[in-house]
């Protein structure tokens, strides 16, 4: 008796989390798209794998995909989950946006000193920008969200990594790494910023 009430609970959950990833795929998509094409017509191209990518662009990219796949994540959602969705989207913004920025400062800092600019020391900004970016924005967004230290910490996860190479792979871009250039890496970063708006907006 208890297994029949559990299989279909379970389905409703199965049901709810796959419609989830869909609004959050959807709206990271799209979320996506726009800014690619608002920057395709700026650079009058009209192929988006030869875009070119500045810091504002990549910060105007990663914040419309993750705030995009947030909101679409959360319609028809009950509360506890629009405020989990939220959680989350803050952290991905800032896990965008804090490696991105002190990467490109540090860039520039290599580059306006002699001694510091070669390849292996900006390749050593750049880690330690991405590094020291990541730790600040699950920090920060500890401290928005739970200021008292009431509950567990969000930690720092292996996804959450993984997706910080688009930080890696813009930071390079900007510095004009032969590797970054001559592979395409940077085309990937679309992508990349797609999938972080997609974990927000399917966090339940």
């Known amino acids: 008796m208890l297994n029949s009430i559990q299989t ?56 419309a995909s993750i705030m995009a796949g947030t909101a679409s994540g959360m319609i028809n959602e009950p509360l506890k989950s629009k405020e989990n969705k939220i959680k989350e989207g803050t952290f991905q913004l800032l896990n965008a946006a804090f490696p991105a920025i002190l990467s490109s400062i540090a860039l520039k800092f290599c580059k306006s000193h002699k001694q510091f600019d070669s390849a ?15 730790f600040m924005a699950v920090k920060t967004a500890n401290k928005i969200f739970d200021p008292n230290d009431k509950n567990p910490d969000r930690k720092l996860s292996p996804k959450d990594c993984i997706a910080s190479i688009d930080d890696a792979i813009g930071a390079l871009a900007l510095a004009k790494f032969p590797i970054v250039q001559k592979l395409h890496f940077d085309k990937l970063l679309p992508v990349i910023y797609a999938y972080c708006g997609y974990r927000a907006g399917k966090t339940n």
């Open 8 to 63: 279909p609970v379970r389905q409703n959950l199965a049901n709810q989390n796959n419609n989830a990833k869909i609004k959050a795929a959807f709206g990271a998509i799209v979320g996506t798209v726009i800014p690619v094409a608002i920057m395709m017509k700026k650079q009058n191209i009209q192929n988006p794998l030869k875009l070119e990518y500045n810091l504002k662009d990549m910060l105007v990219l990663s914040s």
């Open 120 to 134: 292996i020391f900006k390749i050593i900004s750049v880690l330690t920008g991405i590094t020291t970016g990541m």
